[in-house]
């Protein structure tokens, strides 16, 4: 069945890095986009990124722009959030969720979730 | 950027039937996505493209979406259907996706 799982959160001092990874299986990365979403403490749903099915094309929210990269490796079926100079204001949970594009695109399968905690 | 605006709470009795709203400029000119986020768990979609429901989705859940106001209704409201929903939309012209602040659903 169709399956998303988020991995590599964990606590990052304000400046530092991190790299999340979603292991995608049930489905092939190449045949879906998928979109990293991250929820903030006492805040909703923001949209940050995502990757084409081909790979070709990417996508930020102005909120992460130059900061993260979205990335993918089709032999692991996996993409990648490439997050650099972190604020404490990107403390949140991240989701990877894959992303339907026959019209207008929504998010039909998510991840669980993992946790990024920003402090010094 | 298209902002959508949802009422921060809406709080109705078991059986009843709650209505979660979602505006926004001509919203009834686009597609409307809604979710349901639970306590500590993932979204879950439960409304794509207006009105329809993907499977596993009970019919209790209908949307519908014209002129400014998009609508979530939920009939026979259960102690279970509590949770945060978010209505999502697509800017065409940024391809990005936007979502609403979210509406708390409270069952009294």
């Known amino acids: 069945q169709v399956q998303l799982v988020e991995s590599g959160g964990g606590l990052v001092k304000p400046g530092g890095s991190l790299r999340l990874s979603c292991a995608v299986s049930?489905?092939?990365?190449?045949?879906?986009?998928i979109s990293w979403i991250r929820r903030a403490p006492g805040k909703g749903l923001e949209w940050l990124s995502y990757?084409?099915?081909?790979?070709?094309?990417?996508n930020h929210a102005d909120s992460v722009k130059g900061r993260f990269t979205i990335s993918r490796d089709t032999a692991k079926n996996s993409v990648y959030l490439q997050m650099n100079s972190l604020r404490a204001e990107d403390m949140a949970v991240y989701y990877c969720?894959?992303?339907?594009?026959?019209?207008?695109?929504?998010?039909?399968?998510w991840g669980q979730g993992t946790l990024v905690t920003v402090s010094s | 950027s298209y902002v959508l605006t949802q009422p921060p709470s809406v709080s109705v009795a078991p059986g009843q039937t709650a209505r979660m709203t979602c505006g926004g400029n001509?919203?009834?000119?686009?597609?409307v996505h809604w979710y349901q986020q639970k306590s500590g768990q993932a979204p879950v979609l439960v409304v794509y493209?207006?009105?329809d429901r993907p499977s596993g989705i009970p019919e209790r859940f209908s949307g519908s979406n014209s002129d400014n106001t998009a609508t979530l209704a939920i009939s026979r409201v259960e102690a279970g259907d509590e949770a945060d929903y978010y209505c999502?939309?697509?800017?065409?012209?940024?391809?990005?996706?936007?979502f609403g602040g979210g509406t708390k659903l409270t069952v009294l």
């Open positions: 969720a894959r992303e339907r594009r026959l019209g207008s695109p929504y998010l039909d399968n």
């Open positions: 049930g489905f092939s990365i190449t045949d879906y986009y």
């Open positions: 990757i084409s099915s081909s790979g070709t094309d990417t």
């Open positions: 001509n919203i009834g000119g686009k597609s």
């Open positions: 493209e207006d009105s």
């Open positions: 999502q939309v697509w800017d065409r012209s940024r391809d990005r996706l936007e």
